[in-house]
């Protein structure tokens, strides 16, 4: 690959349950666990995004650096850090509590510059949707097209985002810039009532992604390539919670492809060969973080 991967998306602090009425303080967004996730598997990765000058924005960015994370497209906000509290249930899928009015990710500028030698954006979650911060990833994202590939993953948090209607608009309107997609069947049910979400993805793929995959858990992935579909299983895992699985599973799609060439400007084309390798690596990332506490992405080295 050519040049590094820029990453758009929140990074803040999760407090994570760990027993009653105690929590533990670990850096985390969809933005910060890619950018870490993709470093981890020896991509060069840019991390573009609004971190507060507060304790724990030092820590947020300290972590990217300590990664190997390029951070220079770092905006210092005066605002506070956000917060997110994580509860998992007994099967160990987190609930949300998202604490974000008035904080960092307020702060935007009108479009992110990323680096000039970016092969790829990635733009992630809601920091790429909503207010300030989504409209200057629409921006970033109109912009890359033609210089570079693109790619755009939703992480739908139904309790910020508007009615399903209007997320959809927002959602399409980011699909349409993006070579790649990735949508969890979870997402798929706020979006269209069903995990399968067959019109969506139709309709998706015809503003002209050119790989869509939807995620579905403990059962695997099925990417949707040159009209057909290829469905991986997840390998077994004993799960300690899905914390930042998803986000694994993005950075690992993403690093594979970059290992093989795919990532570079008109290199997209794939074959079902292609999507079922980049898949299974893919997969075997997000086992490994739902194996360990909290959003914790596998180094290259974990991964056969």
């Known amino acids: 690959m050519s040049g590094p991967v820029a990453v758009l998306g929140e990074a803040l602090i999760d407090l994570v349950a760990c027993g009653e009425n105690l929590y533990g303080a670990h850096a985390g967004g969809s933005g910060f666990n890619t950018a870490v996730g993709l470093a981890r598997l020896g991509v060069a990765t840019s991390y573009c995004g609004a971190l507060s000058r507060d304790a724990q924005g030092r820590r947020l960015s300290a972590d990217l650096a300590r990664e190997g994370v390029d951070c220079t497209g770092i905006l210092l906000s005066d605002r506070p850090s956000p917060v997110v509290l994580v509860q998992a249930d007994s099967a160990g899928q987190p609930d949300?509590?998202?604490?974000?009015?008035?904080?960092?990710?307020?702060?935007?500028?009108?479009?992110?510059?990323l680096p000039p030698d970016a092969a790829h954006l990635h733009a992630t979650s809601f920091a790429c949707t909503l207010g300030a911060a989504g409209a200057a990833a629409l921006a970033s994202l109109a912009d890359a097209r033609g210089r570079m590939t693109t790619s755009f993953d939703p992480n739908v948090r139904p309790a910020i985002l508007p009615d399903r209607e209007a997320t959809l608009a927002l959602l399409t309107e980011r699909v349409a810039l993006s070579d790649v997609v990735k949508v969890s069947a979870e997402d798929?049910?706020?979006?269209?009532?069903?995990?399968?979400?067959?019109?969506?993805?139709?309709?998706?793929?015809?503003?002209?992604?050119?790989?869509?995959v939807r995620t579905e858990g403990a059962r695997g992935a099925t990417a949707f390539v040159d009209g057909r579909q290829v469905f991986?299983?997840?390998?077994?895992?004993?799960?300690?919670?899905t914390i930042?699985?998803?986000?694994?599973?993005?950075?690992?799609?993403?690093?594979?492809?970059?290992?093989?060439?795919?990532?570079?400007h008109?290199?997209?084309?794939?074959?079902?060969?292609?999507?079922?390798?980049?898949?299974?690596?893919?997969?075997?990332?997000?086992?490994?973080?739902?194996?360990?506490?909290?959003?914790?992405?596998?180094?290259r080295a974990e991964l056969a």
């Open 96 to 113: 949300y509590a998202l604490h974000l009015a008035g904080t960092a990710l307020d702060d935007a500028p009108g479009c992110w510059s």
């Open 188 to 212: 798929l049910v706020f979006l269209t009532g069903t995990e399968d979400g067959g019109a969506l993805i139709g309709e998706w793929l015809s503003l002209g992604v050119k790989l869509l």
């Open 232 to 241: 991986v299983a997840a390998p077994p895992v004993a799960v300690r919670d």
């Open 244 to 264: 930042g699985a998803g986000d694994s599973f993005m950075a690992a799609l993403l690093a594979r492809m970059a290992e093989e060439g795919r990532l570079e």
């Open 266 to 299: 008109g290199g997209l084309d794939a074959s079902r060969e292609d999507a079922a390798r980049w898949l299974a690596f893919a997969a075997q990332a997000a086992a490994v973080t739902c194996s360990r506490a909290g959003a914790d992405p596998p180094r």
